[in-house]
């Protein structure tokens, strides 16, 4: 079986074509849960599979986080798959991804900068802390796209200093906080100046923080231009992988479009040869 290692400011994907494949779907859990563990297999945050589009699409992406489950959708991922098809001519600079979340639409920028039309959010909750072991935290929550991808949006000015145990337990708890019924990705963030945001992600499904999360940056600047404190326009955001670009443009105190940008690479290609991976 061939695979493709990509990775997008340090998010890091196999990325598997099912039009050639044709393997049945249930399959992929499996794989997503053997390939995705470092050091036993190829390693990544996700497996990401290129299937027939059934909606009009160029092709159908479908996604399954490093435990199996499935996700509606992936910034930094749909990025990657874009490049993917682009080289791979199943689709041109501009295209239409169908995920589980609604289309996609993607633009090659260079050989490597991919720009997304992220899912805009359905659901928005600006004022809406929470509260872990007594503290309480200043808050958004973020749905995007129909079913909504959640993200929760935390001001945490110290988040860099804090030791990664401590950070992690915050993360890990407001991850599985009862305030997300859906459960959260969980986004750290600190502006450091005009447009220019930190921002560091605990993700559901890796259940540890990733180097970046295109939908969780695209969450953030959502909430903060919603409450005037960015302008919106080709925000910055520097995550523990890189640099990520996000637009949002708002009308009527509503994101109506958000826009991602950011850097791609091709790492590998080879076979599959896992000799524990049971097909």
């Known amino acids: 079986m061939q695979f493709t290692k990509m990775q997008g400011a340090g998010n890091d994907f196999i990325v598997m074509n099912n039009i050639e494949l044709k393997l049945p779907l249930e399959k992929f859990p499996q794989m997503a849960r053997r390939l995705c563990q470092r050091g036993l297999s190829i390693g990544g945050n996700a497996l990401m599979v290129v299937d027939q589009p059934t909606a009009g699409g160029d092709f159908k ?10 996700a509606e ?3 930094n991922g749909a990025r990657c798959i874009a490049r993917y098809a682009y080289e791979s001519k ?52 973020v749905e995007l796209g129909n079913p909504g991808l959640p993200h929760a949006v935390v001001r945490l000015d110290a988040f860099q200093e804090m030791p990664h145990e401590e950070l992690f337990q915050l993360g890990s708890q407001l991850r599985w906080h009862s305030a997300f019924p859906k459960g959260a990705n969980v986004n750290f963030y600190k502006i450091v100046s005009e447009d220019h945001i930190l ?3 605990f993700e559901r499904g890796v259940e540890d923080f990733t180097l970046a999360c295109g939908t969780g940056s695209g969450s953030v600047v959502s909430v903060l231009a919603l409450q005037g404190k960015v ?4 925000i910055k955001l520097t995550v523990p992988g890189g640099e990520l670009f996000v637009d ?13 940008t950011g850097d791609t690479n091709i790492v590998a290609a080879g076979e599959i040869l896992d000799e524990d991976l049971l097909l």
């Open 90 to 141: 199943l689709a041109g600079e501009s295209m239409k991804i169908e995920t589980e979340a609604g289309d996609v639409f993607a633009w090659r920028k260079s050989k490597r900068f991919y720009k997304i039309k992220l899912n805009t959010p359905e659901v928005v909750r600006l004022d809406y802390p929470v509260e872990v072991d007594g503290k309480r935290y200043e808050c958004s929550y």
């Open 61 to 70: 992406m479908r996604f399954y986080n490093a435990d199996g489950s499935v």
């Open 73 to 75: 959708m992936c910034g």
């Open 231 to 234: 302008s919106g326009k080709n």
């Open 199 to 201: 921002e560091k992600t």
């Open 248 to 260: 949002a443009l708002i009308e009527n105190g509503c994101v109506e479009s958000l826009y991602l």
